[in-house]
Nanobody, 125 residues
């Protein structure tokens, strides 16, 4: 019902910044709570950030709180993840995901119905 495509990943030095974008098509974008997850080699996929349907509420993992900011532009069906003060431990594939109407727990990957294919973020020390 919705297609998500991430972009904006790349290589950055520690302390630098990147902005990821997630472009959506299909179902009305303002119908979905959206989240960002990341997965490093050999690690479980972990929650990074989430944003409510309207964009009025945001949620962050403790590991990124104060450094990352997520926002959305429903008119353009796009969600963003601004990443500042990046650390080597932030290196991972970052995924955009969207929940359906019956989901309730934003930190759990299995609560999301739609996923992008991911974009690589590499932070050098």
């Amino acid at each position: 019902q919705v297609l998500l495509v991430e972009s904006g990943g790349g290589l950055v030095q520690a302390g630098g910044s990147l902005r990821l974008s997630c472009a959506a098509s299909g179902r009305a974008f303002n119908s979905f709570f959206t989240g960002w997850f990341r997965q490093a080699p050999g690690k479980e996929r972990e929650f990074v950030a989430g944003i409510s349907k309207s964009g009025g509420a945001t949620f962050y993992a403790d590991s990124v709180k104060g450094r990352f900011t997520t926002s959305r532009d429903n008119a353009n069906s796009t969600v963003y993840l601004q990443m500042n003060s990046l650390k080597p431990e932030d290196t991972a594939i970052y995924y955009c995901a969207a929940q359906g109407p019956n989901s309730h727990y934003y930190t759990l990957a299995y609560e999301y119905d739609f996923w992008g294919r991911g974009t690589q973020v590499t932070v050098s020390s």
